[in-house]
């Protein structure tokens, strides 16, 4: 069977999808990666096919933007600037790679041309798609409403508002790209589509959730074939070693608390400065993880910088990670059961630091309050909560009892012989 990994986003989006990929082809099948050239060497080194989905230049004027990290215009410029404009070259790049009858689309919410390939060709001699969805807030409920940005929506509010406010949302979102994706749709012969990211950007053949029940428990108004799997966690630790500056710095004193600002933040220093600020106050080692050269200042003595680091291994030898909030930071938190402090900006963060407090293995600080002193004051309630112990130990082991890859290529296996 062919395996086509449609990816877009940064590396947080196409690790997982590299995790899958290897653990599909391990199983006897062709596995080709779509993604952007920066990760081309992860690509090959996995062993996988790969076709280029857009440029390093790309990829980096996208993350160099200071709209990125808005609450609102983050989206919109991801959308706008990036996501839509590719539709029609990776459509055009699938449609050569696919294989009627033996092929099965894997694809990311994003890389939106694989929902449109599926829709132009169908199923019965053409192509199942698998949308793989990274986090709960991929989907609207009127239960337990996923935290946006901007979006107020308690438990406790009417589900009729709730559905009000989702309806606007949708409206928001069909006025920014609905006139782009449906020129595309025009272009390929299909009609236009509204209210996108309500359903047509679900598949309409499978559903692959990574992440676990405990974690974002499937809700009532949530697509029947939503099948969650949990987390897959990979962070190219067997490639990208820990380094011998960073290993003789973990082994020389106390387990540090670990700060990152995700792998797309390259302007980070503020975080940075005030986090250093933070673990002093604790009297705290620190440890940053950034790609940003100018974090490299704030290093010395009980402050290291890494330019990147796996954090299945320094985690387990930390005693605290604060983040972004991206689903990835969080699962590898989890899995080492270690306390954490999500610091959300925009997109899903917002919904994953909500989850982390609701487990109660974290807390949020989001990012318009970021200060030493109040990350100071959450992070050491964090180090010293028997309850926050707990609830850490009890995320590490069900992560510790969980297949989640082998689930997830079971899934995808299903989608084709499904099709027929």
Known sequence: MRILLNTFGSAGDAYPFLAIGRALKARGHEVIMLANAEFRDSVEAAALRFFPNGTRDQLGELASNPELWHPRRGLELVLKRAAVPM?????????????????????????????????????????????????????????RAPRYAGLWMPDGMPRFLKASI????????????GPQLDAVRKQVGLPPVRRIFKGWAHSPDALLCLWPEWFGPQQPDWPDHAKLVGFVLNDEAEVRPLGPALEAWLDEGAPPIVFAAGSANLTPQDFFAQAVAAAR??????????????????????????????????????DAFVHHGGIG????????????????????????????????????????????????????????????????????????????????????????????
């Open 87 to 143: 539709i029609r070259p990776q459509y055009e790049a699938l449609r050569e790679l696919v294989v009627p009858g033996q092929t099965v689309l894997v694809t990311g919410v994003l890389a939106m041309a694989s929902r449109l390939l599926r829709e132009k060709l169908g199923t019965k001699g053409g192509v199942p798609l698998v949308t793989v969805h990274l986090a709960p807030s991929a989907f609207q409920s009127v239960h």
């Open 281 to 318: 106050q604790l009297g705290r080692r620190a440890l940053l993880v950034s790609p940003a050269p100018e974090t490299s200042a704030l290093a010395g003595g009980d402050v290291f910088h890494s330019y990147y680091a796996p954090f299945s291994k320094v985690l387990a030898r930390a």
């Open 329 to 420: 930071s969080c699962a590898q938190a989890l899995a080492a059961g270690v306390p954490q402090l999500a610091t959300p900006r925009a997109y899903d963060q917002f919904d994953n630091a909500s989850r982390l407090v609701d487990l109660g293995a974290g807390a949020s600080l989001p990012a318009r309050r970021w200060s030493a002193s109040r990350a100071a004051d959450a992070v050491g309630h964090l180090l010293t909560s028997p309850g926050v112990a707990d609830a850490c130990r009890k995320a590490r082991e069900a992560m510790a009892k969980a297949d989640a890859l082998k689930h997830a290529c079971e899934i995808i296996e299903w989608a084709r012989v499904a099709s027929g």
């Open 166 to 177: 989702f309806r606007m949302a949708d409206r928001m979102v069909d006025t920014w790209i």
